[in-house]
């Protein structure tokens, strides 16, 4: 069966500091990847998805870059965390183009 | 644009107490309707998918159905065990597959 380990669980950060979050996949080949931030208040934002490795799509213009070094590992990163980018950060899979998604559990980001 | 609109807010129920929550939305070419539920500190669990109006979906305590405009996510009898939050989300013709969501149902059933 697959599952999608995301790590850390939390995470406290200084305003300045670079971010680097990481999600792996196990039990599926060629997935579609997904990075959202769900903060209070707001429904699930979509900020980057790939359809393959190298290949990483922006949803949302930001302090946040994705990339996908390997099929099944997908990496959001900033060089300089603003308090803004506070929040709970989701990695997610699908089957190529197929929805459902399927969810980690997600990395608690607060930024102080 | 496309939208989805999930109502209410907020739901207290006291255990046994059936209701129904509710996900109209505004799509361009529905392609598919996704029910999650969301624990607290957790990523969503997906729940169900329904892809055309009149369609139905059932899983425990919990039935999802479809219109041409809003999904209906209805709880028989809940328990305490079934306070969670509940996120709809949809699949548009141009999304190659990404998901828009609501902003949820948070759902409290009282024993």
């Given at each position: 069966s697959q599952t999608i380990h995301q790590w850390p669980a939390t995470l406290v950060q200084p305003v300045g500091s670079p971010l680097s979050l990481e999600c792996t996949v196990e039990g599926t080949s060629n997935p579609n990847l997904y990075w959202y931030r769900q903060a209070a208040g707001r429904g699930l934002q979509l900020l980057f998805y790939s359809v393959g490795i190298g290949q990483i799509s922006s949803e949302v213009p930001q302090n946040l870059s994705a990339s996908r070094p390997q099929d099944r590992q997908f990496i959001l990163s900033s060089k300089k965390l603003l308090l803004s980018d506070s929040g709970f950060y989701l990695c997610a899979w699908s089957v190529q183009r197929q929805p459902p998604l399927h969810f980690g559990n997600g990395t608690r980001l607060t930024v102080t | 644009e496309d939208q989805v609109t999930q109502s209410p807010e907020a739901l207290r129920l006291q255990e046994g107490e059936s209701s129904s929550l509710n996900c109209s939305y505004t799509v361009s070419g529905l392609r598919g309707l996704f029910w999650y539920r969301q624990d607290p500190g957790k990523g969503p669990e997906f729940l169900f998918t329904l892809y055309s109006a009149g369609e139905e979906k059932e899983k425990e305590r919990l039935k999802a159905t479809l219109t041409k405009k809003e999904s209906f996510l209805h709880i028989t009898a809940?328990?305490?065990?079934?306070s969670a939050t509940y996120l709809c989300a949809v699949e548009s013709g141009?999304?190659?597959g990404n998901l828009i969501f609501g902003k949820g149902t948070k759902l409290s059933v009282k024993p």
């Open positions: - | 809940p328990k305490p065990e079934d141009g999304s190659q």
